[in-house]
């Protein structure tokens, strides 16, 4: 079973590499584990977290493509969509099936044929715009939806530490 | 900051035997000083897992090489769960605490840690695309030295509980045999990902034998736990230390069981349902899986939605899923025909719930006339009642009329009553539907009427003619305990008679109403009157209209007699209410005669009750005949 996932991975590692996406670098953290990958994520232009490169890790399991990786921001982020530990929380990264919540369509969430790089895409654009209606964070889904200049700074702030510079 | 500790642990147990040697100058002594010293052996103990410890990193480095971070996390995390467990059965076998016990469960513990790191390693084959031959031979020496311990020790056990009887080497025992089908399972694996590594297109059966090697692995654990379970209660107590580990197990064991099953689904569906791709397909399809990105050179499945994916790949989705991945076209037949089952279990539902108003709105219909059925014959009696008051004083068929009668007897006796009041010419067909009801109303009202009608009668003087306690009170109060009883016996008469009536009237359809007539006029008469003399005037009336032309005749010098006995003056009248009505009269002039007299009148009494009543059975025997 982990022997097509890695092999579905090193394809995907090797399609990276070649034709990367704009704003994304990703691949396993070391050639004895490709189950476990980091990615660096800018912040889409024109938005609060523009500027800053957001460091995440994915970790796959061993039945992957049929079940979804586990993904997680190593920085701080405040989004609502990310919890505070930074575990990402977003339809595509979620089991196939029905959602138990009724938020998210069965279309949605995840499918053999999406992909790492689908998968990074969807998180840049979710940092674009926010979906305050589940909210990962409700703290951050509040502050988004009410008091919005607040959160752009509180971004702001975030990108600059992301980039090691003073606040 | 081990090697600190090991260096201070060292550094302990080097001052504890110089000590003890300095003390006692000889070998021997020494080692006596140190084994009754309980401080000296607590710091040889630690130094004895110190090296313990040590031995495991030793064995560690040479066998698996640098543990990675996620082995050692779950090494300790194991590790404390088993130690836990470790204590749990000291506390089963606190008779068999000693050096030696203690010793055995840290072999025990060392040889698991071995164990799941193994387990760990072979595992972590499938991720890593780099392995090299000093990987491939640190791995087989591994499993094969836990195994060929697991097995001496386990035998060595087992000799052990033949000899010695159960002791704790049963816990031993066990523990060995759970970590051989261990050993067993990761042998296994690592054979199936070797066999694999050494071909690079990809092993499609792989899978299926890691799923049932996976199966049969965890029955055999099952099957052991239970074992142990049911042994250890029966020779000790329950083993409270083995029910995390076999929960755990029985888990892993149901879930590869419905692994199992839902492949062998997907297998079945996938052979009969789907056709195999055509070359040309392939070609016009971009001929790559989207599953796993490789190109489909054979063994391609085309689903109804017209997508192409691998057999095996398309197999393990089916696992999970029942549905297109690249369309999530829900495909799987079996499904399909359950869904369309449900719609038309709710349309037989919706159909028994439409049927339920047609019966009631049949049932409505024949309120006219026809005959209702079973089932709504409370609806049609409330539409016939309707009928009936509606209609008010109009005749009714016999059906009708008994259930009218039977819904509303008491409610009728009042106007029955008033109608008696009318003149007679009248009331005759006025009687005629409403003597029908009471004929069971008449039942109800029995007991209480007489006790008023009793107490309002009596006048004072009565009273205190029955108080006193001389000859002539108690000859009052024999006389009314006699009237009492000859009340209660002309009852019991009537009641035999109502019941003969009443099984008349299930036999017949036409005399039911004519006898009901008889009894309805009887009972009504009955209520204003308290003697037993009236009772059997009412008797021998009630006869009369169900009595032949020909029965008539003997019944008329009947009532003569008994009118000239009484000595009233009455009209002959035909009519039998007027005859009632006269009858009444000469019952209260009989009350103020029973006043003025004595025992001469009591039987005069008893005498005419006796004739009465013989004259009433010759009458029931008629009545029988007929």
């Not at chain 2, 006596?32 to 004895?48: C, D, E, L, P, R």
């Not at chain 2, 049963?170 to 050993?183: N, S």
């Not at chain 2, 009427?449 to 006193?468: C, V």
């Amino acid at each position: 079973m982990a022997g097509s996932a890695l092999r579905r991975l090193m394809a995907e590692y090797k399609q990276l590499t070649l034709d990367p996406p704009e704003g994304i670098v990703a691949g396993p953290i070391s050639e004895d584990n490709f189950f476990e990958w980091e990615a660096l994520i800018a912040g889409p232009e024109g938005t609060c977290f523009e500027g800053g490169v957001f460091p995440a890790r994915l970790i796959f399991p061993t039945d992957y493509p049929l079940s979804p990786p586990k993904m997680k921001f190593t920085c701080d982020m405040f989004h609502p969509n990310i919890f505070a530990d930074g575990r990402v929380c977003i339809s595509i990264l979620h089991a196939p099936g029905d959602d138990p919540m009724g938020y998210e369509l069965s279309a949605e969430r995840w499918s053999p044929v999406q992909s790492v790089e689908k998968i990074l895409l969807s998180v840049v654009s979710m940092l674009a715009e926010p979906n305050d209606e589940s909210g990962a964070n409700v703290d951050a889904a509040i502050m988004w939806r009410e008091q919005r200049d607040e959160f752009n700074a509180i971004a702001r702030r975030l990108v600059r530490k992301t980039l090691g510079l003073p606040a | 900051m081990q090697l600190l500790l090991s260096s201070v642990c060292m550094a302990l147990t080097s001052a504890v035997i110089g000590f003890a040697y300095y003390q006692k100058q000889q070998f021997y002594p020494a080692v006596v000083y140190i084994t009754k010293s309980n401080a000296s052996m607590g710091v040889i103990y630690i130094q004895f897992f110190v090296i313990v410890f040590m031995f495991g990193k030793l064995l560690s480095k040479i066998f698996l090489g640098t543990l990675r971070a996620a082995e050692f996390e779950h090494l300790l995390e194991r590790f404390w769960y088993a130690l836990t467990e470790t204590c749990l059965a000291f506390t089963v076998f606190r008779d068999d605490f000693n050096p030696r016990f203690v010793a055995l469960f840290t072999v025990l513990l060392f040889l698991k840690s071995f164990h799941w790191l193994a387990e760990e390693r072979v595992d972590f084959m499938e991720r890593s695309p780099v392995l090299g031959w000093l990987f491939h031979i640190r791995v087989g020496s591994l499993l094969t030295v836990l195994g060929i311990l697991d097995y001496v020790l386990l035998i060595h056990a087992y000799n052990s509980t033949l000899v010695r009887g159960p002791t704790v080497q049963l816990v031993f025992g066990f523990e060995y045999a759970i970590l051989l089908t261990v050993i067993a399972s990761t042998a296994i694996k690592y054979v199936l990902h070797a066999a694999e590594m050494r071909t690079d297109t990809p092993w499609e059966n792989k899978a299926v034998f890691l799923l049932y090697t996976e199966l049969v692995i965890g029955l055999i654990k099952v099957v052991l736990y239970i074992l142990f379970v049911v042994i250890m209660a029966k020779i000790y107590a329950l083993p409270m230390f083995v029910f995390r580990p076999m929960f755990f197990t029985i888990r892993n064991f149901r879930k590869a069981l419905n692994d199992v099953i839902m492949s062998r689904r997907a297998i079945r569906n996938m052979n009969t349902l789907y056709p195999d791709a055509t070359p040309e397909e392939l070609r016009q399809s971009d001929n790559i899986c989207i599953i796993c990105r490789e190109d489909m050179v054979n063994h391609s499945k085309k689903l109804p939605c017209g997508h192409i994916f691998h057999t095996t790949c398309l197999r393990s989705w089916f696992q999970r899923q029942q549905t297109c991945p690249t369309c999530r076209l829900n495909i799987l037949r079996t499904p399909t025909v359950n869904s369309t089952a449900m719609p038309r279990q709710g349309d037989e539902a919706v159909a028994a719930a439409a049927g339920n108003p047609i019966p009631a709105a049949a049932g409505v219909q024949p309120a006219g006339g026809v005959p209702p059925p079973a089932p709504t014959a409370v609806v049609d009696g409330n539409q016939a009642r309707a009928d009936v008051n509606v209609a008010g004083g109009q005749a009714l068929p016999p059906n009708f009329a008994d259930l009218f009668g039977d819904a509303s007897g008491l409610p009728n006796g009042l106007p029955n009553l008033a109608g008696l009041q009318i003149p007679p010419p009248p009331v005759m067909p006025m009687i005629s539907p409403f003597m029908i009801p009471p004929h069971f109303g008449y039942l109800t009202p029995l007991p209480p009427p007489p006790i008023p009608q009793d107490l309002t009668n009596f006048t004072d003087e009565e009273l205190r003619a029955m108080e006193g306690l001389q000859r002539d009170h108690i000859v009052q109060r024999l006389k009314l305990l006699q009237n009492i009883n000859l009340m209660l016996d002309s009852a019991g008469i009537m009641m035999s008679q109502y019941q003969s009536l009443s099984a008349r009237l299930q036999l017949t359809a036409v005399t039911p109403a004519t006898a009901v007539n008889g009894s309805a006029d009887s009972s009504v008469y009955d209520m204003p009157s308290t003697s037993a003399t009236a009772m059997a005037q009412l008797e021998t009336h009630q006869v009369t209209p169900t009595a032949a032309a020909s029965s008539a005749s003997p019944t008329m010098p009947a009532e003569k007699v008994t009118i000239e006995d009484l000595g009233a003056d009455a009209d002959e009248d035909d009519i039998p209410s007027t005859a009632t009505e006269a009858v009444s009269i000469p019952n209260s002039d009989a009350d103020f005669e029973e006043n003025s007299s004595e025992l001469g009148e009591l039987r005069k009494r008893r005498l005419k009750f006796l004739e009465e009543r013989n004259k009433s059975a010759a009458t029931n025997e008629r009545t029988t005949a007929e």
